[in-house]
């Protein structure tokens, strides 16, 4: 019997994982707040070792004729998905602004319309994947693009529908099924995203959610050798477990890690315009993991650059990210509240000085003030560590050879940025140690290009034919031009 449905902000959704085209409830939940307000929003279906058992066979049953439809057939089914999600755009926004924290105008502006293109464009894309022939004198070969299997996903809480829309796109278009297990502080829109599914008429099995939290249901799902791959974009520490339950099976998995990105402000840079930029760290309460959380500034423009960016950073509003003018919202969770905080008072407590916020915003207890700490060495904990949070440190550098030594100076190596004049700039992000680099701009994305990070921010590469690489298994059938004859001679 599936869970009445819960209401949330107005939008009716299900409390129930979604398992080979059925709502199944669990006999175990676990209890959902909103960041906003610490509101408890339902009681969610928690994934036990049987419905992670359910999800993988219902998955690999509906493989068999999933991955036997052209490309163009599953498109069909695709496109008819993405406008199902367009149909429940605003029920996508406000759950997602609820559970997540999200701006609900980033949402509507920017996130919905993504969250289709991931499945409209990859479903498009994929028809580019046709055999390819490479013909040689002995043979031809027929180059195949195969689907691997049953594809595990799992996502954070940070942007939860972008991100499993993201993988769900090349992994369904390239003849995968999938169980998507998504983020237990945020997991309301991964449920929507199975309506639409089921509305856009997805043969039962090729999508599953199963929701829960990452010991208890994630955990069983990765490492169950029958998984053909792992998609997973989180934090490094869980990458390390999923990457050896993975390596237990030789599995294959892509991992979207943390970052710690700089934010270089050369001497020839418009500060005005990276100031501006700058401030725009702060958005999503700063748990964004492409953010340049470090700010590198050279020693001669600092002064002014820091003067510019107060003055932006003095007019952001924080509150509920329901509200349009809202600019900064809640930090998702107490624990994370506590954990930067913890940041903030060890790096006082080791001399770094605080030039704006540090403390913790009035609107609520999930709200803190936007932060930039100074006076910090390359070696500190908060330069060094992701604090993903509202908090940013500033540090200066002579000449480009230090600001390159100090933003590859960390183990991360996700993103980046770099204000200069224009040739200048490109030369030093060339030299930036990193899975991207963004010049005189910020955050401008593509579906066809790689996104992914080095070092200990990930492995593997996601955008464009990155993806299908991933998702897919690469066969070449060879035909010999000559009729062949065995032989021992033959070499
Ligand atoms: P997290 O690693 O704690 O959790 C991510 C997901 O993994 C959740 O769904 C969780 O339930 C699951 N999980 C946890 N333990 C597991 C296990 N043993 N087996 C299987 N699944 C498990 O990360 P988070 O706190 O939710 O998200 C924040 C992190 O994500 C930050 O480090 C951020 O930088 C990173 N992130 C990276 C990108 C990117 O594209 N590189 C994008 C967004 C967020």
């Known amino acids: 019997m599936p869970s009445a449905l819960i209401d949330v902000a107005g939008v009716q959704v299900s409390p129930d994982h979604y398992i080979d085209g059925q709502r199944i409830a669990s006999a175990t939940t676990f209890e959902l707040f909103s960041p906003i307000d610490q509101q408890v929003l339902g009681h969610i279906a928690e994934g036990e070792a049987e419905h992670v058992e359910a999800a993988i066979v219902a998955a690999e049953r509906a493989f068999t004729s999933w991955s036997a439809l052209s490309a163009a057939q599953r498109k069909v089914y695709l496109d008819r998905f993405s406008e199902e999600i367009g149909k429940r755009a605003d029920a996508f926004c406000l759950l997602e602004s609820t559970d997540a924290g999200v701006l609900l105008s980033r949402m509507r502006h920017g996130v919905i319309n993504r969250a289709k293109l991931n499945i409209s464009w990859f479903a498009e894309h994929a028809l580019t994947l046709q055999d390819r022939c490479l013909e040689t ?202 954990r930067i905080q913890g940041f903030i008072e060890r790096a006082v407590s080791s001399g770094a000085q605080v030039l704006w916020g540090g403390d913790k915003h009035s609107y609520g207890a999930q709200y803190l003030q936007p932060t930039l700490i100074g006076n910090v060495e390359q070696a500190d904990e908060i330069v060094q560590n992701e604090v993903f949070g509202p908090v940013l440190t500033l540090q200066t550098f002579s000449n480009d050879a230090q600001a390159v030594a100090m933003a590859n100076g960390t183990d991360f190596g996700l993103g980046g940025v770099c204000y200069g004049e224009t040739v200048h700039a490109t030369a030093v992000a060339q030299q930036v140690r990193t899975g991207f680099i963004w010049v005189n701009s910020f955050g401008i994305r593509d579906l066809a290009a790689p996104f992914g990070g080095i070092k200990r921010s990930g492995i593997g590469r996601e955008g464009g034919d990155w993806s299908f690489e991933f998702f897919c298994d690469v066969k070449d059938v060879v035909v010999p031009q000559k009729p062949f004859r065995a032989s021992f001679s033959q070499r």
């Not at 997991?187 to 309506?195: G, I, K, R, Y």
Request: proline share 7%; aromatic share 4%.
């Open 137 to 338: 004198e002995q043979a031809t070969h027929h180059i195949r693009h195969d689907p691997a299997g049953v594809a595990v996903i799992i996502t954070p809480w940070n942007s939860p529908l972008m991100l499993a829309t993201w993988k769900l796109g090349p992994a369904l278009a390239a003849g995968n099924t999938c169980i998507v297990k998504p983020p237990e502080w945020a997991p309301l829109t991964s449920s929507l995203l199975a309506d639409a599914a089921h509305a856009a008429g997805l043969p039962a099995g090729v999508l599953n959610i199963v929701q829960g939290t990452g010991a208890k249901t994630g955990s069983k799902l990765v490492s169950d050798p029958r998984i053909a791959r792992i998609s997973f974009t989180g934090s490094v520490p869980t990458a390390k477990v999923i990457a050896g339950a993975a390596a237990a099976n030789l599995v294959p998995c892509s991992l979207e890690l943390g970052g710690k990105s700089a934010f270089i402000v050369l001497e020839d840079a418009d500060l005005d315009n990276a100031a501006a930029t700058a401030a725009l760290m702060y958005r999503n309460a700063g748990q964004v993991c492409l953010a340049g959380t470090r700010l590198l500034v050279h020693e001669r423009v600092a002064e002014r650059f820091v003067a510019a960016m107060r003055g932006y950073v003095e007019n952001l509003v924080v509150g509920d990210p329901r509200d349009p003018a809202t600019e900064v919202g809640p930090v998702i969770h107490p624990r994370q509240v506590e």
